[in-house]
């Protein structure tokens, strides 16, 4: 599965230990250097405040589509013709490449650019939607947290994310100590009510 439009919906990230800090990793140019040595074909140098508003907005778009489906509402129309645009920015051809067990088909843009960047991640979102598995798109329940994910899982439970944060690890400490303390808690006030 191509996880561009994950990479791209996670860059507005928050502390998952719940410090509150939060950071748009679009406005960090070092981030958003790695995002873009993606697109090795990519030949110019970004105009980066261009680049960042249009990330900015297609980010924003992909999360209001994803909503929407989490919500049962279905895409918006002016939401899908956005979006529509978006994928037509970028003219892609295919290729037959010789792979280790046999030949695989990849695409490439005919204009490798800031349109095509755009509309590979849209490419990749697209591709979730037309799978129509869309109940797999959640956003973890550490409410801390808010990493968006794929949940993978065969019976899609999943509650928490687990790549670069780990809630899951993370809750199951925190319900361990709440238990703890609610243990001590009831142990210092029967002992307080028997003295």
């Not at 748009?24 to 074909?41: G, I, S, V, Y």
């Not at 010789?98 to 755009?118: A, K, M």
């Not at 799978?131 to 968006?148: F, L």
Request: net charge positive; glycine share 6%.
């Amino acid at each position: 599965m191509n996880t561009l439009w994950l990479d791209l919906l996670n860059s507005d990230w928050h502390d998952y230990k719940g410090g509150g800090r939060d950071e748009d990793r679009l406005e960090n140019r070092q981030w958003l250097r790695k995002f873009l040595n993606k697109w090795e074909a990519l030949q110019i140098e970004p105009d980066y405040p261009s680049i960042i508003k249009e990330f900015k907005a297609l980010r924003t778009l992909i999360r209001r589509m994803a909503d929407d489906f989490r919500s049962e509402k279905g895409i918006q129309k002016a939401d899908l013709n956005s979006f529509n645009t978006i994928l037509e920015n970028s003219p892609m051809v295919s290729r037959i490449e010789d792979v280790s067990q046999g030949y695989s088909v990849s695409w490439y843009s005919i204009n490798p650019g800031q349109g095509s960047i755009l509309a590979d991640i849209a490419s990749s979102f697209a591709e979730i939607l037309v799978q129509g598995e869309t109940e797999r798109i959640k956003i973890c329940q550490n409410k801390d947290c808010r990493w968006i994910f794929y949940d993978q899982s065969k019976n899609r439970s999943r509650k928490w994310c687990e790549g670069g944060t780990g809630c899951g690890n993370l809750m199951k400490v925190r319900r361990f100590r709440d238990r703890q303390n609610n243990i001590e808690n009831k142990q210092h006030n029967k002992k307080y009510r028997d003295s």
